[in-house]
T-cell receptor, first 111, second 117 residues
Framework: RKEVEQDPGPFNVPEGATVAFNCTYSNSASQSFFWYRQDCRKEPKLLMSVYSSGNEDGRFTAQLNRASQYISLLIRDSKLSDSATYLCVVNIITGGFKTIFGAGTRLFVKA | GAVVSQHPSRVICKSGTSVKIECRSLDFQATTMFWYRQFPKQSLMLMATSNEGSKATYEQGVEKDKFLINHASLTLSTLTVTSAHPEDSSFYIC?????????????FGPGTRLTVT
């Protein structure tokens, strides 16, 4: 089983749609959680951190459920520029520091 | 924000040759840098953790004699792919941690696309 698993995608949505991505992690020693965005042939860029209390940044809302080991990302009012791959990222700190990336979910927003 | 650069951004080499990739932290001193590899449509896979002044820590399955890592200064880590083969063709990305920032903050370089012919 992969340490971080994401929706397989790709998601094809029209502009203005709301889309939700899910992610599960298996290591209970996971300490911090993030969503990154990666454009084609580019490095990942931090989109937002994820907290149990939930956090919102404009059209983006992230949520963490530690009991279920589940992370979500909601994008409202999708824009063409949101088209990218969204990576679920988990940091594990057990004797060292390790970052685990999910395989990513591809989003295509179309006019 | 913190900036990490990589050089070269793209390299094509012949099978059997060695390629060196540089990762630099431009406005902070990075005691720890990470090297990742990403194959098409796959996630980033951590190859090794590079610690300034000490030996790198390699992930399981990554050959340390093939992927040589040197972190001789607080702003530079290098990854050398020795005797490269076509299966080493991939997108190599480094990241660096700023010790003055929270432990989970990583700053990624723009990546190096390696093609071995």
């Amino acid at each position: 089983r992969k340490e971080v698993e994401q929706d397989p995608g790709p998601f094809n949505v029209p502009e203005g749609a709301t889309v939700a991505f899910n992610c599960t992690y298996s290591n209970s020693a996971s300490q911090s959680f993030f969503w990154y965005r990666q454009d084609c042939r580019k490095e990942p860029k931090l989109l937002m951190s994820v907290y149990s209390s939930g956090n919102e940044d404009g059209r983006f809302t992230a949520q963490l459920n530690r009991a279920s080991q589940y992370i979500s990302l909601l994008i409202r009012d999708s824009k063409l520029s949101d088209s990218a791959t969204y990576l679920c990222v988990v940091n594990i700190i057990t004797g060292g520091f390790k970052t685990i990336f999910g395989a990513g979910t591809r989003l295509f927003v179309k006019a | 924000g913190a900036v990490v650069s990589q050089h070269p951004s793209r390299v094509i080499c012949k099978s059997g040759t060695s390629v060196k990739i540089e990762c630099r932290s431009l406005d902070f001193q990075a005691t720890t840098m990470f090297w990742y590899r990403q194959f098409p449509k796959q996630s980033l896979m951590l190859m090794a953790t590079s610690n300034e002044g000490s030996k790198a820590t390699y992930e399981q399955g990554v050959e340390k004699d093939k992927f040589l890592i040197n972190h001789a200064s607080l702003t530079l880590s290098t990854l050398t792919v020795t005797s490269a083969h076509p299966e080493d063709s991939s997108f190599y990305i480094c990241s660096a941690r700023d010790p003055g920032q929270p432990i989970y903050e990583q700053y990624f370089g723009p990546g190096t696309r390696l093609t071995v012919t």
